[in-house]
């Protein structure tokens, strides 16, 4: 079961589409990673989720704890900074809005790649126009449009991971 959520910032109006599957059945999710080949190997990650609208936030939350992953959320860069200093867990991948109040995706994105330069960023945007710009910018940062499915969420997120530059050695 599918439910489409619509934000609306200004004149534009961004959908996504999430899960309303937020219990533990995680079929649907292990067959959508095997299909895009994402090997079960989430759990060695953990996604640091910024986005402004508490329930898309949250759905992607979800859906991503379902597929494996360690999960952090914080609702504006502000937050993502707090929580990046006070989690476990480093993260692996800053997964954030570009439009939110206070600090922008792509400047968050900035401060998280000095901070963990290991680290991969994934911007989501409706607007078109923030996108392109920040790609010149931002040297491991990919991109992804609103609105997008589940199926297109996990793999942009596999394939940013995958695209990890090698490990620092002393």
């Known amino acids: 079961m599918q439910a489409a959520v619509t934000s609306s910032t200004g004149n534009l109006k961004e959908t996504i589409v999430a899960s309303s599957v937020i219990d533990s059945s995680t079929a649907g999710f292990q067959t959508i990673n095997a299909a895009y080949g994402a090997v079960r190997l989430a759990a060695r990650h953990t996604i ?47 997964l954030s809005d570009m439009v939110m109040p206070g600090m922008s995706g792509a400047h968050l994105a900035t401060l998280f790649e ?5 680290s991969q960023a994934l911007l989501m945007s409706g607007y078109t126009e923030e996108l392109s710009p920040c790609r010149a ?14 199926g297109t969420l996990i793999k942009a997120i596999a394939e940013t991971l995958n695209a990890r530059a090698p490990a620092l050695t002393a």
Do not use: N
Request: proline share 6%.
């Open 48 to 94: 640091l989720v910024v986005e402004d609208e508490t329930f898309v936030r949250e759905a992607m939350a979800a859906v991503l704890r379902s597929s494996g992953y360690r999960v952090l959320t914080a609702v504006d860069g502000r937050e993502a900074l707090a929580t990046c200093r006070e989690c476990a867990w480093p993260p692996d991948l800053l």
């Open 114 to 118: 000095a901070m963990y330069p290991w």
């Open 137 to 150: 910018r931002l040297h491991r940062t990919a991109q992804l449009r609103k609105p997008f499915s589940i």
